[in-house]
């Protein structure tokens, strides 16, 4: 397993920005696919965006496809998660996880999970 802590969270009004970001200890990120989840009270929590092991391939759910960026930077052992266009159906804790998948689409496919960060957008 690797250790994850995300950061960047906030409150933000709708139509900005913020970038969050997973740093990762334990173990180097090549390792494991990541992913961003998301979930606000009263729902499951939902996949928001995934990549590769070396970042070739990304899924985004298409509530967040043209707004939301997925990048990492194995170098630095950094998942980054860039949000633009925000909406305040965005609000909810977010999580960064790592899996041993290609390609993890599911929370089942993901063994290390961060304690997430909280995001807000006011409308």
């Known amino acids: 397993q690797v250790q994850l802590v995300e950061s960047g969270g906030g409150l933000v009004q709708a139509g900005g920005s913020l970038r969050l970001s997973c740093a990762a200890s334990?173990?180097?990120?090549?390792?494991?696919?990541m992913g961003w989840f998301r979930q606000a009270p009263g729902t499951e929590r939902e996949l928001v965006a995934a990549?590769?092991?070396?970042?070739?391939?990304?899924y985004y759910a298409n509530s967040v496809k043209g707004r939301f960026t997925i990048s990492r930077d194995n170098a630095k052992n950094t998942l980054y998660l860039q949000m633009n266009s925000l909406k305040p159906e965005d609000t909810a804790e977010y999580y960064c996880a790592a899996g041993s998948s290609t390609l993890g689409l599911t929370t089942s496919q993901y063994d290390s999970w961060g304690q997430g960060t909280q995001v807000t957008v006011s409308s």
């Open positions: 334990g173990r180097t990120v090549s390792s494991f696919a």
């Open positions: 990549i590769s092991r070396i970042g070739r391939t990304t």
